[in-house]
């Protein structure tokens, strides 16, 4: 699957500790690292990232260390996802100052998804996506659930451009936004409107439309920038 792909890409940065604790805080927030998963075993996980085993173990410590990773000792053993990872931290003022750039990013990545799955997704990833409209649409009253499909949907499109680098930019886009997300109250009604323009772009991936996947995606992420706009604190 291009998400793990992505997930598991090799680090490039200078900073190879950081960027991996970043890269897997990330994946475990927003549910593509699930609860109680184990991870690949150490020597394969130095080989997919391209690191020292010494900064991956520092990097999975600290991951430990902030209630994110269980590390299970004995033949049967591993490092495994928390049942229940940390709540994140609330947003500080000066994220909560630059939520529009976070909203322009995600204009800019998800456009460009929105156009490249219109033309490329194939017939399995057009059934799963329209899956998760299912979900979020019985999900309306727990906003937990609708979130993770919410997350899944919008990088299931990327999965669908068939360009890791697209997932890699939408997993960031989308952890970034979960911060701001978080912070404000989920009528189901909005949820409901949110989900329909879902629909709407699944509608698009199987008329290959491209011109109106973006359209609708456009509306669909500008009403989010109105939401957080009139509920942020």
């Known amino acids: 699957m291009i998400a793990s792909d992505a997930l598991f890409a090799p680090v490039i940065s200078t900073t190879a500790f950081e960027e991996t604790l970043e890269r897997l805080s990330v994946a475990i927030k927003l549910g593509l690292l699930a609860p109680g998963a184990r991870l690949p075993a150490e ?4 080989e ?40 994140p931290a609330p947003p500080s003022e000066a994220a909560l100052a630059a939520w529009r750039g976070a909203c322009d990013t995600r204009l800019a990545v998800e456009l460009g998804v929105a156009m490249l799955a219109a033309e490329r997704a194939e017939r399995a990833q057009i059934d799963r996506l329209a899956a998760l409209v299912a979900m979020m649409a019985a999900g309306l009253e727990d906003f937990a659930a609708y979130r993770y499909a919410d997350v899944h949907f919008h990088i299931g499109l990327a999965e669908a451009t068939g360009s890791p680098a697209l997932v890699a930019a939408m997993t ?16 189901p009604e909005v949820l409901a409107w949110s989900n329909a323009q879902h629909a709407r772009l699944v509608d698009c991936l199987e008329q290959r439309d491209g011109a109106l996947a973006v359209r609708v995606m456009k509306d669909h992420l500008r009403g989010t920038e109105h939401v957080l706009a009139g509920l942020l604190p």
């Open 43 to 46: 020597r394969e996980l130095c």
């Open 48 to 87: 997919q990232l391209g690191i020292a085993r010494s900064t991956l173990r520092q990097a999975l410590t600290a991951l430990v260390q902030s209630g994110h990773l269980v590390a299970v000792r004995g033949r049967m053993g591993g490092t495994f996802v928390a049942d229940a990872p940390p709540a």
């Open 172 to 187: 960031d886009s989308q952890g970034a936004m979960s911060d701001l997300v978080a912070q404000i109250p989920h009528p």
